[in-house]
């Protein structure tokens, strides 16, 4: 028997595919049966010709007999709905955010996965989505950025004289930032960055960028290695800290955040009022409210002459390989919940398999989703 798996277009504007044609080429190799809704990759630049050469069946009567669906983000209820009973869905799933998706799932028995819930472990590395696509967004912050700079990133020693390199600040350094330094520093710019975690100076520094240490003295990093939420007082004293930094830069890319928690408020207004008019500010911590006071999720300002951007879709706009990757860490996830006889398993006493599944037989498993439903405490 084959785990019959099918791929769904996604919605609202999502450019990246769960299945690339190669990765069904890989699914069907483990022995899997891939359906695959026409259109879906369309978005992206792969026909329905493509996914059918790989060896997919394409088709618009997708959900028949499924037993795993993988999406990009969390389909809407009205598509849930179609998943038949007592199926699998795995994707990014937005669990705390997405109350009717959830009770929809539940009423369904549906057995969904979130990738944002797979632990950062070095064992769940093949499954890390979230730093496939934290890496995408990294680099593409700094394309945008150059982009909307009037300035040039690399020195320029010209007959006209000597243009000097663009000053860019990074803040935040796990993977995004760690990306948007890497993609900054072979643009030609001076980097600095800044990391509640000191761990991260090494990393910084070997990429060729300053490390701006930071002024907090309580542990800024909680026992599993990330980062947490800073007392109000901390956080005032860490934008006191970073000012000078924030107005001699030209280009700022933020990326700080808390995991499950809001993205912490680095710059604020005033802060962005002592930059340069012509500063460009992306924000890749938009979409969990923003490192930067004026960000707007989306959106695109001009305060004073200074640029604020907050794209919550930069891993969207290099889809092809993002989706490659994405795609690639699903088929590791698929490989994790299958039992090589053509069946889906799920052992909960596996960390990988316990920590994302948000919904199984008609309850909701996930504490944290538990918590944010208003649920009362796990069974
Ligand atoms: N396989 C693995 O073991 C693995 C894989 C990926 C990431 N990780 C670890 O997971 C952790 C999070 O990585 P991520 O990229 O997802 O991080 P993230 O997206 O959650 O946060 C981005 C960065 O923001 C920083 N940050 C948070 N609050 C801040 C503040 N107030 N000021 C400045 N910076 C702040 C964090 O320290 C982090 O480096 C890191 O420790 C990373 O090394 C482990």
Redesign the pocket.
């Known amino acids: 028997m084959a785990v019959r798996i099918a791929i769904p277009n996604e919605t609202s504007g999502e450019r990246r595919v769960a299945v690339t044609p190669q990765v069904v080429r890989r699914l069907l190799g483990s022995g899997h049966h891939v359906v695959v809704e026409s259109g879906t990759g369309d978005a992206v630049g792969f026909t329905d010709g493509e996914y059918a050469e790989a060896g997919a069946e394409v088709t618009s009567d997708l959900y028949q007999g499924a037993d795993l669906v993988l999406v990009v983000g969390p389909p809407m209820p009205d598509r849930a709905a179609r998943i038949p009973e007592g199926a699998a869905l795995v994707g990014f799933l937005d669990p705390f955010a997405a109350t009717e998706l959830i009770g929809t799932l539940v009423a369904r028995r549906v057995t969904a996965f979130a990738m944002e819930a797979v632990p950062?472990?070095?064992l769940a590395?093949a499954m890390?989505a979230?730093?496939s696509q934290?890496s995408a967004a990294g680099y593409q912050a700094v394309l945008l950025a150059a982009t909307m700079s009037p300035r040039i990133f690399p020195m320029l020693i010209t007959a006209a004289g000597t243009i000097p390199p663009v000053k860019l600040l990074v803040?935040?350094?796990?993977?995004?930032?760690l990306q948007a330094i890497a993609t900054a520093r072979r643009l030609g710019a001076v980097v600095s960055a800044?990391?509640?975690?000191p761990q991260?100076r090494e990393q910084i520094e070997s990429l060729g960028a300053r490390f701006i240490a930071?002024p907090v003295d309580e542990s800024a990093a909680s026992a599993s290695?990330?980062?947490k939420e800073?007392a109000d007082e901390t956080q005032r004293r860490?934008q006191a800290a970073l000012t000078e930094s924030v107005a001699a830069a030209d280009v700022i890319i933020t990326?700080?955040?808390?995991?499950g928690g809001p993205a912490?408020m680095?710059i604020s207004r005033e802060m962005v009022e002592k930059m340069r008019p012509g500063s460009v500010i992306v924000d890749v911590a938009a979409a969990t409210g923003g490192n930067c006071e004026l960000t707007r999720a989306g959106g695109d300002i001009v305060h004073r002459g200074v640029r604020v951007m907050g794209p919550t879709d930069l891993a969207g706009s290099v889809a092809i390989d993002a989706s490659e990757m994405y795609a690639r860490n699903l088929d590791a996830f698929v490989g994790h919940i299958s039992d090589g006889d053509g069946n889906l398993s799920f052992d909960f006493d596996d960390v990988i398999v316990s920590d994302a599944c948000i919904t199984h037989n008609g309850r909701v498993m996930h504490p944290v989703t538990r918590r944010a439903l208003n649920l009362e405490a796990p069974e």
């Open positions: 950062r472990t070095t590395q890390d979230q730093s934290a803040l935040g350094a796990g993977v995004a930032g800044y990391d509640i975690r991260v930071a290695g990330y980062a800073l860490q990326t700080a955040q808390v995991p912490p680095l």
